[in-house]
C-alpha cells in the first residue's frame, strides 16, 4: 500500500470545518446509514466548492495509478462518529464490484485502529479468489454478516491517502473513538449503456 500526501494537516481542518458547515446548514443534499453513524456528500467537488481542488489532486492520482483517464468520476467525502449499531463506512465487508473498479481516498483526519481505519484483504481481487466467493456468496458482492474475518488496516495521518482495486475485500473498520473524515474518487471506465446507468445511479444523491 502506497501512501501519498495530499493535503497539509492545516488543509484539511479547512475542509473539515467547510463540511461541517455546509452538512449543518441543511442547504445540501446528504446521505447518511440507518445509525446516523456515517454521513455522506456526494459530488462534493460540486456541492462544496473548496472540495474542487482536491477532486483534481485524486482524478490526477488515478490517471497516474491506472494509466487512464475515468469516463465518470466524481467525490465523496464522509464523517463517520461512533454510534450503536454502526456498521463502519462502507456498511461492512464487501468488494465494490466483481471487475474493473478502482478508487483513490484520502483521509481528512488521523486514522488509528480506534478511528475506523479501512481495511482490505490482501489477494481477494484475485482471479481465483473471486470465482470460490462469487460461489461461496451466491454472486453478492457483500461478504455474509459475521465471517470472521482478518483484514488489514490501512492506518494514516490527516492528509494522507492511497489508490486501490476496489474489487479487493474491504471495509471500514467500525469506528470506536473519535471523528473519521474522509474523500474517495469515484471514477469508472464503462462501455456507453453501463455509463448511463451508473450516471442515472449517482445522479440523486
Known amino acids: 500500500m502506497n501512501k501519498k500526501q495530499f493535503l497539509s494537516a492545516i488543509e484539511c481542518a479547512g475542509l473539515r470545518e467547510q463540511f461541517d458547515v455546509h452538512v449543518g446548514s441543511g442547504n445540501i443534499k446528504i446521505w447518511t446509514d440507518t445509525s446516523e453513524s456515517d454521513v455522506r456528500v456526494f459530488h462534493a467537488e460540486k456541492k462544496i466548492p473548496v472540495f474542487q481542488k482536491l477532486y483534481e489532486s ?25 454510534k450503536q449499531g454502526g456498521l463502519g463506512s462502507g456498511g461492512g465487508w464487501h468488494r465494490d464490484s466483481w471487475f474493473n473498479q478502482c478508487k483513490v481516498f484520502a483521509f481528512l483526519s488521523d486514522v488509528g485502529e480506534s478511528n475506523g481505519p479501512l481495511e482490505y484483504i490482501p489477494g481477494s481481487n484475485s482471479l481465483l479468489r473471486k470465482g470460490c466467493d462469487i460461489l461461496k456468496y451466491r454472486r453478492s458482492l457483500r461478504v455474509a454478516a459475521g465471517a470472521n474475518i482478518e483484514g488489514v488496516p490501512v492506518l494514516l495521518k490527516a492528509g494522507q491517502g492511497f489508490s486501490m482495486d476496489t474489487t479487493v475485500i474491504h471495509r471500514g473498520r467500525p469506528i470506536l473513538e473519535g471523528v473519521r473524515y474522509a474523500a474517495t474518487l469515484y471514477a469508472f471506465n464503462l462501455d456507453s449503456r453501463r455509463l448511463v446507468k451508473c450516471k442515472q445511479k449517482f445522479a440523486d444523491l
Open 58 to 82: 485524486l482524478k490526477a492520482e488515478y490517471v497516474e495509478s491506472f494509466g487512464s483517464e475515468p469516463d465518470y468520476s466524481f467525490l465523496l467525502v464522509n464523517r463517520v462518529v461512533p
